[in-house]
Nanobody
Framework: QVQVAESGGGSVQAGGSLRLSCVITTNSETPFSMAWFRQAPGKELEGVAN???????NYADSVKGRFTSSRDSAKRTIDLQMNNVKPEDTAKYFC???????????????????WGQGTQVTVSS
């Protein structure tokens, strides 16, 4: 059984930093893609960043240059370092993973099979 669990959310002022972590529990092979999504109230789910098994990363345009995603395969964790946060970053952040390879964009949420419960990030101005 594959499970993920996020931590590290909280409240922060604009311009500050937060670090989210996601622990993956699986006896399977290293996941093909591990990603962060977020959803703000009244808005659609949005892909924030992902890390492929190769180590390649992708970011949403809205967070490029501010957020960094990294993975530790040995520890089976993926982190999201959020710097210079903005009020529009306020959302519930989810960790998601897909074990097997697939064709399509990294931020297609339909391709991710395992999801965490999410962690809230609130940025005040």
């Amino acid at each position: 059984q594959v499970q993920v669990a996020e931590s590290g959310g909280g409240s922060v002022q604009a311009g500050g930093s937060l670090r989210l972590s996601c622990v993956i529990t699986t006896n399977s092979e290293t996941p093909f893609s591990m990603a962060w999504f977020r959803q703000a109230p009244g808005k659609e789910l949005e892909g924030v960043a992902n890390v492929y098994i190769s180590g390649a990363t992708n970011y949403a345009d809205s967070v490029k240059g501010r957020f960094t995603s990294s993975r530790d395969s040995a520890k089976r964790t993926i982190d999201l370092q959020m710097n210079n946060v903005k009020p529009e970053d306020t959302a519930k952040y989810f960790c998601a993973l897909r074990l097997t390879a697939y064709d399509g964009p990294w931020n297609d949420e339909r391709k991710y099979v395992t999801w965490g419960q999410g962690t809230q990030v609130t940025v005040s101005s």
